[in-house]
């Protein structure tokens, strides 16, 4: 698509007439010669006369598409090109998964009904929470005696779900240090600009090794603006260092404005980032662009050239009508009163 970046440049295509005609033409007065073969020059003068007419038109139609060639240019023409468009994401989502020694227990099925452990089942149901992100930045954390950061906020969910798939159970360590990786996620928003900022703990144990209480992280992320969410996953009879600490994670996800989840198996689980969905709402913020090419080089060189053409042509037409009308002369000078006399040859 064309466009003008100066449209209203051509609003100056009459200037020239308006100037001819409010601007008189100049006048000059020049001394004459006398010349005994008057005749002879007023017929070459007419010959000559009739040519220039003839070429005045060609000079009046090329002065008047070098003016508008020019002002075209001047008017920048722009080719438009197919529009770009950029999602811009409106929400951080951060996950904390836990991959303590507990997370190996076997007590959930899969899709087929085969008996995996938790880690698996989380795996299955987040890659398909993962894939409908689309819109915005992911990052993940995976915690055990301490919190490691495995992706940083991305919009690229292939590869955040590669590196969720990559993790094993105890790789972080047997313990689970939730207030720490909280404490992490915290930091990794100090850079974030969205408008919604989001973390959500998967956990299957209570805290046994952080140096920050999830409830005092909890307080810290709220003043952030930070939301968590908690999941639950496992048996909630357990006892000892495994016992399902639920009145802790109830206590950190009421803190922030977020919601509490238990899951005891994986179709509940699968429920419960489905819940998720309707609860983080998702809201894209798409900005489009058409870039433009500059052609204000091709009418510059058209009238460059248009110009060049008709003056070459009335210089051509100039010289073949001397060559036709020159009368030869020599002057000479009158010795008594000093003044030039023509004589024809």
């Known amino acids: 698509m064309l466009t003008f970046a100066y449209a209203w440049v051509f609003f100056l295509a009459p200037l020239p007439l ?4 409010l601007v008189p033409a100049a006048s000059e007065t020049r001394p004459s010669v006398r010349v005994p073969f008057l005749p002879r020059l007023m017929a070459a003068a007419e010959g000559a006369s009739i040519a220039s007419t003839r070429g005045s038109g060609l000079r009046f139609l090329s002065s008047c598409l070098v003016w508008l060639l020019i002002l075209g240019a001047l008017a920048r023409p722009q080719r438009l090109e197919p529009p770009i468009e950029r999602t811009i994401p409106t929400r951080d989502l951060l996950l904390l998964v836990d991959l303590s020694a507990s997370m190996g227990q076997a007590d ?3 899709k087929e009904g085969q008996s995996v452990d938790r880690l698996t089942a989380v795996k299955g149901v987040l890659d ?3 894939a409908r992100r689309e819109g915005d930045r992911v990052g993940l954390v995976v915690f055990g005696n301490a919190p490691f950061l495995q992706a940083p906020f991305t919009t690229d969910l292939e590869l955040c779900r590669q590196l969720l798939n990559e993790t094993a159970v105890g790789m972080a360590g047997p313990r689970t240090a939730l207030g720490d990786a909280i404490g992490l996620g915290i930091s990794l928003f100090d850079e974030s600009d969205a408008p919604t900022k989001t973390i959500i703990a998967l956990t299957d144990g209570n805290d046994t090794g952080s140096g920050v209480p999830p409830a005092e992280a909890a ?13 639950a996953v496992g048996d909630p009879t357990t006892i ?4 399902l600490d639920q009145e802790s994670l109830q206590d950190v996800s009421k803190a922030t404005g977020g919601d509490y989840f238990l899951a005891l198996n994986r179709d509940e689980l699968a429920g419960i980032y489905e819940r998720l969905d309707e609860i983080e709402t998702r809201e894209t913020k798409t900005v489009s662009h058409r870039p433009r090419s500059d052609l204000y080089f091709w009418p510059l060189a058209t009238a460059l050239l248009l110009s060049l053409v008709t003056h070459l042509i009335r210089l051509i037409a100039a010289r073949a009508i001397v060559s036709r009308s020159t009368i030869p002369v020599r002057l000479r000078v009158n010795a ?10």
């Not at 307080?219 to 999941?231: G, N, Q």
């Open 336 to 345: 008594r009163t000093f003044e030039l006399e023509a004589v024809e040859q």
């Open 18 to 21: 308006i100037i001819w005609w």
């Open 240 to 243: 000892g260092e495994e016992k």
């Open 219 to 231: 307080r810290i992320a709220k003043d952030r603006e930070i939301t968590i969410h908690t999941v």
């Open 128 to 130: 398909d929470f993962l």
């Open 108 to 110: 959930f099925t899969n």
